[in-house]
């Protein structure tokens, strides 16, 4: 009964969504990945330069790698800032396009500088995820539970109850998450059973702790899928824990919502090679080989209203030169692990960056539930870390200062303090929250 109605409502209510659905899997059938992909990028580089503002002055004088014959000429075009984004918005809009083809979004901010684009939605992102929940065996049409950061106004979660029966969506709200609400939606979730739970590394990783802290169980999801923020390897094992189900880490943000997913093999990030175009490049934008960490530029190859071409997109990655034995054709990145406009920084000029910083507390963190650099105007840093109490963390407290202080030198003052919860900025638990300019 679900999945009939779901086709019957996908097919008529949605038909842009399931005839996007219908051509990306087909796309990915096709063994021609690589090829389509490179055919998309030229055509949203030329779309690019003859209807946008931005890029006709960005691409004055290339118009001869503009025909694009070879990888070479893609890379030899200057790659796109957060900065550039900021400061020429209207002229990243290519032509006037009509209302019903676009939405505007925008960043927190919490981790640089507030920008806005515009999403294309002619192309769906949905299409993306019903790939990603194909891989775990989820159908879309099957009950599902999520945790957002704030709670959805009314009208929007009427609209959304009335648009998915007869499957049944839950939601807990991470803003209003205590033990009362916690309860409730656990009731919930035992009740329907649904098969995947959904929402940002640090609200589902809240969640995961609640339920381990009181004892609480919940029918184990097929699987659990995060997003938004690195995610540690202890805050993944907890989260299976408390689930009993695996944790699918997915790699997006505002600007490019679906970039790489993990498979259940979970040896890396799956990406969208036939939607988006990762490169990985140094402080040159030179391309670097595999299994070297750079600079992530992203090109979004189905958006056309406001192109985002060799976007440096503030993260750092690596792209991995194996292949997945799960047979899917598509290339595979490392899990990301920070981003590169995130740092520490010490009087003499040193920075840390946050990917640095990950994979050293996925080393040392054991007893220690969560994690956050604080540093301040003249430098100095606070480490604040919260943890279960009926555990004795001294020794691992020190460990972790003994290496930030190796890391910077000991140039700056480190102070732990112990806190209930971590510092929150635009609704987020940023791991470095500077007070530096």
Not at 110 to 115: D, E, F, L, N
Not at 178 to 205: A, E
Not at 239 to 262: H, K, L, R, S
Not at 264 to 289: C, F, K, S, T, W
Request: glycine share 4%; net charge positive.
């Amino acid at each position: 009964m679900k999945k009939f109605l779901f086709d019957l409502k996908t097919k008529t209510l949605k038909p842009k969504i399931h005839r996007s659905h219908l051509r990306a899997e087909n796309e990915l059938k096709s063994g021609q990945i690589q090829i389509l992909n490179f055919e998309k990028r030229k055509r949203v580089i030329n779309h690019a330069f003859e209807n946008t503002a931005f890029y006709k002055s960005k691409y004055q004088g290339l118009e001869n790698q503009l025909h694009m014959t070879n990888e070479e000429d893609f890379q030899n075009l200057p790659p796109v800032t957060r900065d550039d984004l900021a400061q020429n918005f209207e002229k990243f809009i290519a032509g006037n396009p009509s209302k019903n083809t676009y939405r505007k979004v925008s960043s927190s901010g919490s981790t640089g500088r507030p920008i806005s684009v515009l999403h294309d939605t002619r192309f769906p992102y949905t299409v993306l995820q019903w790939r990603i929940l194909g891989w775990w065996n989820i159908k879309p049409y099957e009950n599902q539970a999520f945790i957002y950061r704030y709670k959805r106004p009314f009208i929007k979660r009427l609209g959304n109850t009335i648009l998915w029966w007869p499957t049944r969506r839950i939601f807990l709200t991470g803003s209003e998450m205590n033990l009362r609400n916690v309860k409730r939606f656990v009731n919930q979730f035992n009740s329907l059973k649904p098969t995947l739970l959904q929402g940002y590394v640090d609200v589902v990783y809240e969640f995961a702790l609640f339920l381990l802290d009181n004892d609480l169980k919940i029918h184990p999801p097929k699987m659990v899928w995060v997003t938004s923020a690195p995610l540690f390897e202890n805050q993944r094992k907890t989260m299976e824990t408390a689930f009993g189900a695996p944790v699918c880490d997915q790699y997006g943000n505002t600007e490019v919502f679906t970039i790489a997913a993990e498979c259940p093999q979970q040896h890396g990030l799956h990406i969208m090679h036939d939607a988006v175009h990762v490169e990985i490049v140094d402080e040159n934008n030179n391309p670097v080989p595999a299994g070297t960490t750079g600079k992530i530029l992203i090109t979004d190859l189905h958006n056309e209203v406001f192109p985002l071409i060799r976007y440096e997109i503030g993260d750092r990655g690596k792209l991995l030169d194996t292949v997945c034995s799960c047979g899917i054709p598509l290339p595979l990145m490392d899990n990301v692990r920070g981003r590169q406009s995130v740092v520490l920084k010490t009087p003499s000029g040193l920075t840390v960056r946050s990917e640095h910083l990950t994979i050293l507390f996925e080393k040392l963190l054991h007893t220690i539930r969560e994690v956050q650099l604080i540093q301040n105007k003249d430098y100095s840093v606070e480490l604040r870390y919260v943890f279960n109490s009926i555990e004795n963390v001294e020794d691992e407290v020190e460990t972790i200062l003994k290496e930030l202080r190796i890391k910077t030198r000991n140039e700056i003052a480190i102070t732990p303090n112990r806190v209930d919860e971590l510092q929150t900025k635009s609704n987020k638990k940023p791991l470095i929250i500077s007070e530096l300019p």
